[in-house]
């Protein structure tokens, strides 16, 4: 299925690898911003390696 082509949301066409580094990088630019918001509040975000 790697191999394949995946159509994800109507709008992304890429092979089946590259959706999921596609996932990754996406859930830590996000997580990333998370942390800018949090940190510009005066919180202190958890630390990023517990994800429990």
């Keep these: 299925m790697f191999r394949q082509r995946i159509n994800i949301y109507g709008k992304l066409d890429f092979m089946g690898w590259k959706d ?22 005066g919180i202190e975000p958890p630390s990023f390696v517990d994800r429990s």
């Design 20 to 41: 999921l580094l596609y996932f990754y990088e996406n859930e830590i630019h996000h997580r990333g911003q998370g942390y800018v918001y949090l940190r510009s509040l």
